[in-house]
């Protein structure tokens, strides 16, 4: 959803997350996330240099295990603030820029349309964990079980180097 900036009012604009259509797509891609609810709002408002956008939502679904590949459920909540700015600050003929912390919490758009849709996975990516595991007791234990043809024997990425050792 692209929303241009000259359309954002003095009061700025809400929209509403749904797992409809754009967002649950957005949302499904950005956390490789089956999405069962997702419910929030993104307030965007006009800045001096750009735009700000404040996200609020919660999204779950189920997640694929990171140790042991099994569907685990997992909800990711974003509560968070970006910045964005036109492009064209980043052009002005300097070879070397000296960064302050606060610019690298900053995001870049073409100063004329915002697309939301990129703000969202933004978002949820930042606020989603690392690695999703399970809390079965037995996770990790199907990983790498896949068998080399050696009487069920697992094929381990690492089992060339057990004779170096």
């Avoid at 700000?52 to 968070?80: F, K, M, N, Y």
Wanted: hydrophobic share 35%; with cysteine.
């Amino acid at each position: 959803m692209q929303v241009g900036i000259d359309t954002i009012g003095p009061k700025g604009r809400q929209v509403q997350l749904s797992p409809s259509s754009p967002w649950g797509d957005v949302v499904a891609s950005s956390l490789d996330l089956t999405v069962a609810s997702l419910d929030g709002t993104l307030d965007v408002k006009r800045t001096a240099r750009g735009a700000s956008v404040v996200i609020r939502a919660t999204a779950s679904g189920t997640h694929l295990c990171d140790r042991c590949g099994q569907p685990t459920p997992l909800s990711v909540e974003v509560d968070t603030t970006l910045a964005y700015r036109p492009s064209a600050e980043l052009d002005d003929g300097q070879e070397e820029v000296e960064l302050s912390e606060g610019d690298l919490d900053v995001g870049f758009f073409d100063g004329v349309t915002l697309d939301l849709t990129d703000v969202v996975a933004e978002g949820f990516a930042l606020a989603a964990p690392d690695r999703v595991t399970c809390d079965r007791s037995d996770c990790g234990d199907t990983v790498g079980d896949a068998s080399d043809g050696q009487d069920g024997a697992s094929s381990s990425p690492f089992a060339a180097l057990k004779d170096l050792l």
